[in-house]
């Protein structure tokens, strides 16, 4: 039955499959935890059961020892093992950054429903921005800067690690290290509002070539389609929405810079297929309830069909 429980947690959605050192420790944690509670209730049933046998039989000095040890000591001392290995094993969950090392960072900001994702270089200029999708290299520690626009969200990729609040006014650190390849699931995991539940993401962790041939590719964009461009550009989406390499630069939506590689559409919601972005296009707040994009089903249909089949070849 164990495994039947444990194996339905596998997957890139998994802290019990982990996919980094630092989920490798969350990992180990819940499992000397999980030992550890489990003597404690053994030891406690066996009092109950001690106790409610020989009743009849033990003085009452023995059933006080019997009490004393298996109900308050041996608890007792398990407890305080369990809470000095966890804060032992801490350091190597949560590895500390110091501030002045300068290293290149990820900056995700959570935003009703969706994550706004910046690569910054060495000095914490912005080499560029992103959506709902993290590119890692893999063997090396992916440091993160956490923000929040709005309410409180919470970052976590069980697969790679602990979680961590995302706090309005702050940035909190993160580091995250994937040892092999992969597309790991990341969710919000702090109650957000209306779509909480549809506020999820990818990272995908890759080898540390591709990863630099992908930071360089990115500084530019060269959207084919110039028809569907201008459709987009026309109905105003620029003014929310940016595409690098275009007149589009609005900063208050997701930057949709080669949003054709995406593989996932409005925040791991739907599909990345055209009939897919042109339902969120039409109708955002059926698809994702108190989403701010508001709805543009008033347009034609054909200018709908252009703007998704623009996004969805847009590289
Ligand atoms: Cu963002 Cu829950």
Known sequence: ?????????????????????????????????????????????????????????????????????????????????????????????????????????????????????RYLDEADGIMFETANEVRIPIGEPAHFSLKAADVIHSFWVPSLGGKMDMIPGRTNPLTLTADREGTYRGVCAEFCGESHALMAFTVRAVSPADHEAWLAERSASDPQDAEGLAVFLNNGCGACHAISGTAANGRIGPDL?????????????????????????????????????PHFGMLPE??????????????
Not at 60 to 69: K, Q, S, T, Y
Not at 97 to 114: A, L, Y
Not at 302 to 315: C, G, H, P
């Open 302 to 315: 054909d200018d709908i069909k252009k703007i998704a089949a623009f996004l969805k070849e847009l590289r």
């Open 1 to 117: 039955m164990a495994t039947s429980l444990v194996s339905s947690c596998s997957g890139s959605h998994s802290t019990l499959d982990p996919a980094g050192p630092e989920a490798a420790k969350v990992a180990q944690l819940f499992y000397v935890m999980l030992a550890g509670g489990a003597v404690i209730w053994i030891g406690l049933v066996s009092v109950f059961i001690y106790a409610a046998r020989k009743k009849h039989q033990h003085t009452e000095e023995n059933a006080g020892r019997v009490i004393l040890w298996g109900g308050a000591i041996i608890p007792s001392v398990i407890l305080c093992a369990l809470l000095s290995y966890g804060m032992w094993l801490m350091p190597a969950i949560r590895p500390w950054v110091p501030d002045d090392q300068s290293v290149r960072r990820i900056e995700v900001t959570g935003e009703q429903f969706w994550w706004r994702v």
């Open 257 to 293: 810079t080669a949003f054709g590689e995406r593989g996932t559409l409005a925040a791991g919601t739907l599909p990345h297929t055209a009939e897919d972005i042109a339902r969120f296009v039409a109708h955002p707040g059926e698809i994702k309830p108190g989403v701010k994009m």
